[in-house]
């Protein structure tokens, strides 16, 4: 399923069990393989990488072992990150460019690294939030004048 507004570049590949919700950009040279879930308004850097088998061999076919791998709505997948199967990506999400992520990523998180590592929070303006990473915190975006509250290690919006 392929949602209205979408727009994919040049070699663009999308599997047969997808959806790619309203609004979504995929850059050039991205595959979009059977159970990834692109959320609304999700941005794929040029040539960034979904997998969809764990442990992938060419001899053994694991089409049944297929892991869900959901990216919720607003996040950012910059250009040459990897996304391992199985994993989630929460709103609003930044994942930095060459980044490998193996595990869940919190909303709001900003990830880079290999693996990746979440090394702050972003707006959903998409700049980078001045607060830690945890305790007790808040601060108003410059841009839409959106109130951010840091709560123990999750950031919320209002």
């Not at 996040?75 to 040459?80: I, S, Y």
């Not at 994993?87 to 880079?112: D, R, S």
């Not at 998409?126 to 915190?137: F, M, R, S, T, V």
């Amino acid at each position: 399923q392929i949602g209205k507004n979408v727009s994919m570049g040049q070699g663009v590949f999308v599997g047969n069990r997808v959806t790619i919700d309203d609004n979504c950009r995929i850059q050039n040279n991205v595959s979009v393989y059977d159970n990834v879930h692109l959320g609304e308004g999700v941005f794929c850097g040029p040539s960034m990488v979904f997998t969809n088998v764990f442990n992938p061999r060419a001899l053994i076919e694991r089409k049944d072992e297929y892991r869900d791998t959901l990216v919720k709505k607003g996040a950012t997948l910059g250009a040459n990150c990897t996304i391992v199967c199985g994993v989630t990506i929460g709103e609003y999400a930044f994942v930095g460019a060459g980044a490998v992520v193996n595990k869940n990523v919190p909303a709001y998180a900003l990830v880079v690294g290999v693996p990746a590592r979440q090394i702050g929070w972003m707006s959903e303006y998409g700049e980078q939030l001045d607060i830690p990473l945890e305790g007790h915190a808040e601060i108003i975006c410059p841009h839409t004048g959106a109130c951010y509250k840091l709560i123990g290690n999750k950031v919320i919006k209002g």
